[in-house]
């Protein structure tokens, strides 16, 4: 299962991913893409990193992950940063979220870990059905294009993105980029932005 790979990894304090910064494509996308503060949901927000950013930025943030440590650290860094933050220990695909709807969902590296489109399907839908009319997604997904020799987030193909999502979402845009990192080769990334179908 993906949530005990991801707790075991947090005991163990194996978490790359974990960069102590929000993550720049958010701050870049939320920023020129002009979106405007809401409620928004950070699914698998880790230690809180960007809900925190997003909260400084007036967003009505909730902040929800399966691992207990990354959430107590999340509340931890809300409190130390002077912001009001929500942090929920919950299984996105499992169970009911309460607070939406909401006008924006991001989620940094939750969306890719599933491995097949029907999973994929599925994760969408769900982020759909928490959003409200032409709510907006954000997601930052490992990208297939990179060659890599050693360890890496899940890659995807732009393929991979679109047929998981186009049911439910409209792309605004699909953008090659790579993570936010402290590594001094950050994994490249697609940075994916849609917005809700009206029929979703």
């Given at each position: 299962?993906?949530?005990?790979?991801?707790?075991?990894?947090?005991?163990?304090?194996?978490?790359?991913?974990?960069?102590?910064?929000?993550?720049?494509?958010?701050?870049?996308?939320?920023?020129?893409?002009?979106?405007?503060?809401?409620?928004?949901?950070?699914i698998?927000?880790?230690?809180?990193?960007?809900?925190?950013?997003?909260?400084?930025?007036?967003?009505?943030?909730?902040?929800?992950d399966?691992?207990?440590?990354?959430?107590?650290?999340?509340?931890?860094?809300?409190?130390?940063?002077?912001?009001?933050?929500?942090?929920?220990?919950?299984?996105?695909?499992?169970?009911?979220?309460?607070?939406?709807?909401?006008?924006?969902?991001?989620?940094?590296?939750?969306?890719?870990?599933?491995?097949?489109?029907?999973?994929?399907?599925?994760?969408?839908?769900?982020?759909?059905?928490?959003?409200?009319?032409?709510?907006?997604?954000?997601?930052?997904?490992?990208?297939?294009?990179?060659?890599?020799?050693?360890?890496?987030?899940?890659?995807?193909?732009?393929?991979?993105?679109?047929?998981?999502?186009?049911?439910?979402?409209?792309?605004?845009?699909?953008?090659?980029?790579?993570?936010?990192s402290n590594?001094?080769?950050?994994?490249?990334a697609?940075?994916?932005?849609?917005?809700?179908?009206?029929?979703?």
């Amino acid at each position: 299962m993906i949530e005990e790979r991801y707790k075991k990894r947090y005991k163990a304090g194996d978490t790359p991913w974990d960069i102590g910064k929000p993550d720049f494509n958010l701050i870049q996308t939320a920023t020129t893409m002009d979106i405007k503060p809401c409620k928004a949901l950070d699914i698998g927000c880790g230690t809180g990193n960007n809900s925190i950013w997003l909260s400084q930025k007036n967003f009505d943030v909730i902040g929800i992950d399966t691992s207990e440590i990354a959430i107590q650290k999340a509340i931890e860094e809300a409190s130390k940063a002077n912001v009001k933050c929500t942090f929920i220990v919950i299984d996105f695909l499992i169970n009911k979220i309460e607070g939406g709807p909401f006008g924006f969902a991001f989620d940094r590296g939750c969306f890719h870990s599933l491995n097949s489109d029907e999973e994929r399907k599925s994760f969408a839908e769900n982020v759909a059905a928490y959003l409200e009319k032409d709510g907006l997604w954000l997601s930052i997904v490992g990208n297939a294009d990179e060659q890599r020799d050693g360890p890496g987030p899940p890659q995807r193909t732009a393929k991979d993105i679109i047929n998981s999502v186009e049911p439910y979402f409209e792309i605004l845009s699909l953008v090659s980029s790579h993570f936010g990192s402290n590594r001094p080769n950050p994994p490249r990334a697609w940075v994916c932005l849609m917005r809700r179908r009206r029929f979703a």
